[in-house]
């Protein structure tokens, strides 16, 4: 099989814990012609030596230092040291998947000539135990340019939404300017919405490429008082983004972005424990945001739901959305408080994997 080099970029940062497995995963690849890019990210602990512990022992690991600036600038560094034909973001408290998954989506890539390789993932449990396989559930070809697509890639199943489990043509990413974004939290859905808009080649592999570890103090479950200001941001910033750069603004994944964004709005409200009054006052604010009213105002009217296969999503999209129209945020909050505690968020997730598996 020919190969071409990929360049495995890890930005690291308090990740003593976990940076061992995420190498191990790596050097246990059996695709051969690999660089290895280790960003320190500004790093307090003992990551900085690891890293150059490293890049001693393996003459295809380069290690670059930098002042602290979060997870998307470390990338956008390790995109500008690499020299493959393609990228592949690992975050050090992770791992691959199985030792030919990189070799199997560097075959895809070549095979298909594609921009974007997209695998399946799983997840890594406190408990050691490791899921099935979250499967992409997506095809290649015209597919890529419908609602369906998008809707299903980057909100219902989500694995688009993510900088991790995928290869990336660094040519497409360098020549478009295509890189990581600052934001606090959802910077990957921020960059690969971007990258969408420049019309990607898209290729899949149905084979676990990427571990992800379940952390519940990670960024993705702390409680954000910064939510409705950055979630709205990324929306403005996208609308902007497009029009300066002269592409095409798909409104549809803003709208299903604004959507979900209000079940996450009282979601973080149950979990700190505020309640039904707590949600409806932050789901109230959150309706007050004019691209909000503006994407719900239009999702009622069922402009972005024709077009996917979603089932209950055709009919639940729409009524959300007309709540948010007549202003009933507490009508929306309590239905959610009932979705909550009956953890049907919790149950569709699982539902979608296989059993969880063996400790490891």
Known sequence: ????????????????????????????????????????????????????????????????????????????????????????????????????????????????????????????????????????????????????????????????????????????????????????FSQDKAHNVACYSYRPRYAFVDTCVYRYRVNEDSVTFRYKENFIPVWTAIAEDYMQFCKERDVRAYEDLMAFHMFFGSFFVAKQEFRAGNGVRGATRALRRYGSEPLVARYMMESSKCRYTKRIRGGVWNLLIPMAAWLFRVHAYGIFAAGNWLLYQLEVDRRISRSRLGEKGNKR
Request: charged content about 20%; aromatic content about 14%.
């Open 1 to 184: 099989m020919k190969q071409v080099l990929v360049s495995i970029i890890v930005p690291v940062y308090k990740a003593k814990k976990y940076l061992a497995r995420c190498m191990d995963s790596i050097f246990a690849q059996t695709y051969t012609k690999l660089e290895v890019i280790l960003v320190d990210d500004g790093s307090p602990d003992e990551c900085p030596a690891l890293c150059d512990a490293y890049a001693v022992q393996y003459p295809f690991v380069h290690v670059v230092h930098q002042e602290n600036q979060g997870s998307g600038m470390a990338r956008n560094a390790g995109i500008r040291e690499s020299k493959g034909e393609y990228v592949c973001f690992v975050d050090p408290d992770d791992e691959l998947g199985d030792s030919d998954c990189i070799a199997q989506m560097a075959a895809c890539a070549l095979r298909a000539n594609a921009d974007i390789v997209q695998g399946d993932f799983c997840r890594l449990y406190p408990d050691g135990t490791c899921s099935g396989a979250d499967h992409h559930h997506l095809r290649p070809g015209t597919y890529t340019r419908t609602a369906d697509f998008r809707f299903q890639g980057f909100y219902y199943y989500g694995h688009l939404a993510y900088n991790w489990g995928k290869l990336y043509r660094r040519a497409f990413l360098v020549d478009n300017e295509l890189y990581c974004r600052s934001y606090p």
